[in-house]
């Protein structure tokens, strides 16, 4: 048992498998009081259940730490609300949460139906944003929190994923915001683009070992601490013995510039050679980790 967050009050959703577990166990085991939500649904969305949330507070509770389960949808806003109130009433704050929760389903564009739509940005968006509206009014009352938000690599570009590519970036822009409604209230909101093995697909991936999530868990844990302070408003990606950061805000890679204004026909004859040269519609340059690559022909 470490003291890292010793005293402290975490929620985290989605906690009853993978990712969320990680963090779970690992913030318990470093003295916080955890709430584990989970509706115990399937990778994509389907059924409910209280098993995986019941049995990681079992599991943290074996091992001397202290937890209670939660079984509110975050899709849901009362619910939502009701996960952070889960906190209140049982530890009498809250002081780190972590929006993990979420669902994926893989279409191309022409396949996506509305209900499908609806329930991946509503798992993911509108998740993260009623618990962290409900959570910060308290972290501002206390003059202290630590919001930790889940982004995706997947977010900046994949095919056959662009409903949860929005749903993901929206999450990076609010974050950003949050960070500066919040920073003089002593609360820090930071993203993470995490990449682990998760419950929805076995696959091997050559020469990598396998993604733990508890390799995700060790950089969450440090930014849910009274240490990481200084941290807001970052993009972290994080992997196995990988940690990275995202320039703030990303740079404008080239510029063209004339005396006066760019007329259509001017831009027609000057971008293909300078900002998109070498560029096609199909051949898209790739800002995923490399093995989300496609394997070479």
């Not at 577990?21 to 470093?30: C, H, K, N």
């Not at 389907?46 to 899709?75: L, P, Q, R």
């Not at 419950?199 to 733990?212: C, F, H």
């Not at 027609?268 to 096609?280: A, E, V």
Request: glycine share 12%; net charge negative.
């Amino acid at each position: 048992m470490g003291d890292m967050l010793k005293g402290r009050v975490a929620v985290i959703t989605g906690a009853g498998n993978g990712l969320g577990r990680a963090y779970a166990l690992s913030f318990a085991a470093q003295g916080a009081g955890v709430v584990v939500n989970d509706i115990g649904t399937s990778h994509d969305g389907y059924g409910v259940s209280h098993d995986a949330a019941d049995a990681v507070v079992e599991k943290i509770k074996k091992d001397s730490g202290t937890a209670v389960a939660n079984y509110g949808s975050v899709a849901v806003e009362d619910e939502a609300d009701s996960i952070i109130q889960c906190a209140i009433d049982n530890y009498g704050r809250i002081d780190v949460l972590v929006n993990n929760a979420g669902i994926i389903r893989v279409q191309d564009i022409g396949e996506i139906n509305t209900t499908d739509w609806d329930a991946v940005i509503r798992a993911h968006l509108y998740g993260t944003f009623y618990c962290t509206r409900k959570a910060c009014g308290y972290m501002r009352k206390q003059g202290y929190g630590r919001i930790i938000n889940t982004s995706s690599h997947v977010g900046l570009g994949l095919k056959g994923q662009s409903t949860y590519s929005a749903a993901k970036e929206g999450i990076t822009g609010f974050s950003r915001s949050i960070a500066r409604d919040m920073a003089e209230y002593g609360v820090t909101c930071n993203i993470i683009r995490p990449v682990a093995a998760w419950r929805g697909v076995v696959q091997k991936i050559d020469a990598v070992e396998a993604l733990r999530p508890e390799d995700v868990a060790a950089l969450v844990t440090y930014l849910a601490s009274e240490s990481a302070d200084h941290i807001n408003g970052c993009v972290f990606e994080v992997w196995r013995g990988h940690v990275g950061i995202f320039v703030e805000p990303p740079p404008v890679a080239q510029v063209l510039w004339k005396d006066g204004h760019w007329t259509p026909e001017e831009l027609q004859q000057t971008i293909p050679g300078t900002l998109t040269k070498g560029r096609s519609r199909e051949d898209l340059p790739y800002t995923l980790p490399w093995f989300f690559k496609p394997p070479e022909e």
